[in-house]
């Protein structure tokens, strides 16, 4: 997503450029927080200071960024205002003209570049601290203070956002398999001479027909089984064009800030609300009573929804309180076409009140949107002890916490040993139990020795609750495809004596992993952990070739792997057996000789490979 220098998620948007780490370790401050702030207006509602999965900016960059939200009544013209990361240089970085109306959105990068477009996007000239930092928005007079985080906000999580709580529903207004308004347009029926009228939400359709979406006809093989609502004696070598309208309630038009609509279609559309038009696909410039599709939707992509975000704040005043109608010129490409499929779904988002005075982290950023409740306690350092346990040792599990209200958590630790089921203690903030400091907000958990044998992976995640609600959660885990659900350690095994680099591989499913479907599992090496990583096979003559594959292992987009004396860093790699090489040097040491005699060659080494706790192959990393 680009955030050009415009409002996001915002209507009347006028521009003027009149001048044309690794354990999640933060050091807490955990005094009071008192924020300057205004309850209406101008109000810096979220900001990221430590982006490393998140939006880029034009430049491909995964930079801070800071939304400002008009959280007012009346349009504020930004020329002159202020945002700052210096509470003794309060006019740092100055706003260029924009006029942001009424609940409007603008996303400002922090990174340091100062752009003020109007061609591209805004960047501050300073950059966000992850550590405790300040932050604040200026009025144009470049002394008062219109809203700050200060004296200094707090410590801030990796890809977790800090900001006020507002609270957004999204309800199915029109789902799957509801029922319409249908009616084909001839120059028999009147049809011909609607022109837009039926579009309108006080058009009468009682005398058209009701069907159940969706609609459409099939005279080969392909949607007979999809459709419900069969149009084919209505439409088929009769007209392309086919109208249809569904009524949708909404409470408070105001607060609706898009509408997500996801279409099964063959082959185009037009799609209006209260007889604007909102979006189209494979329509013609001059739509007619008759008109055709502009291209055939292929069957394939026609069965699976495909989302259309319509930015509702870009129609003022379209929405009406209470009862609205959607209406669908829908297009086939010939009027003799041997299919025909049409059937919405629509989703209907509205944020609810703001709250500038609470102060809450976010485990799902949202630029441009409303920031959702998130919470008023995060988890902002999590660690084991020792790193590597023996199988006489207990693992003793820390957890920070930070609080921005005043209810103090209840913190649990689920575990798992190997791939066996989750269990889950309780940590403790009392002193007792292996706990330090007792009401120091680090809560403790111990695990026995023997919870895992040698060579087996011990995981855990943190959780936070207050009065039974889930608060926090680390790691995070924001996106299941491609962040790690735990952090983890493996049990020292003494039988591994080896001068050999030595990868740990957890498979959750062997026969899987042996194929290119491949299968979730864990990684761990020189002491660092890797969950939620992805194993297949990789490789033709030489990696398939034996007992024993070759693979491709995949990492998480939060948790890398790394080699440190080597200073690499990597999203996957590969590990080849060339089983029936027993020297196990053939492979590294072609890639050496291409780098002695000056060809870039990839970085090759022999590694001993542990698949879920038992010696598996010696490999070519």
Known sequence: QKFLPRITRTPNIKLRNKNSTKRHQLNANLETLEPRHLLAGLVISEFLASNDNGIRDEDRNRTDWIEVLNNGDEVVDLDGWFLTDNANDLDRWRFPSIELPSNGRIVVFASGKNRLGPEGELHTNFRLKADDGYLALVQPDGITIQYDFGPSYPPQIRDVSYGFPQPYSIENAIPFGSTARVFVPTEENGGSQLDRAWTELDYDDSAWAELSTPLGYERKSGYE??????????????????????????DNPDSVYSIRLAMQYDDGYVAYINGTEVTR???????????????????????????????????????????????????????????????????????????????????????GLPNGVGSDMAIIEASHAPNVPTESEALRVTAKILLTGDKRPDVTMYYRTMFEEEASVAMVDD?????????????????????????????????????????????????????????????????????????????????????????????FHDGKFHDNAFIDTTGRTIGLAGPKKSHDIFFPSDNWFELDRLGLRMNDFDVMNDFWNRAKVRIPLGYETFRVIGTPAHYSMPVRAQRSGEFHPTYSF
Do not use: C
Request: no cysteine; glycine share 8%; aromatic share 8%.
């Open 281 to 367: 696909r494979y329509a013609p410039e001059d739509l007619a009573w008759n008109s055709a599709a502009t291209g055939a939707h292929k069957d394939s992509l026609a069965v699976v929804p495909e989302d259309n975000i319509i930015d509702m704040t870009q129609f003022p005043g379209v929405l009406k309180s209470g009862t609205n109608v959607f209406a669908l010129h829908t297009l086939n490409d010939t009027i003799n076409s041997s299919d025909f499929l049409m059937s919405p779904d629509l989703h209907v988002s509205a944020f609810g009140n703001a709250d500038p005075a609470a102060r809450h982290y976010h485990g799902l950023p949202s630029p």
């Open 431 to 523: 002193g007792t139990n292996g706990d330090v400091t007792a009401g120091d907000l680090t809560y403790t958990a111990t695990l026995p020795a023997g919870t895992a044998a040698a060579g087996e992976m011990l995981r855990y995640r943190i959780t936070t609750t207050s009065n039974g609600e889930a608060k926090s959660q680390l790691p995070t885990f924001a996106d299941p495809e491609s962040r790690q659900k735990y952090f983890g350690t493996v049990v020292h095994d003494p039988s591994i004596q080896s001068n050999l680099e030595v990868f740990h591989m957890f498979v959750e499913d062997v026969t899987l992993s042996e194929t290119t479907v491949g299968s979730e599992g864990a990684f």
């Open 225 to 250: 089984e999809l459709i419900q609502g069969d149009v084919g004696e209505s439409i088929y070598n009769i007209n392309a064009s086919l109208y249809m309208r569904q009524p949708f309630s909404v």
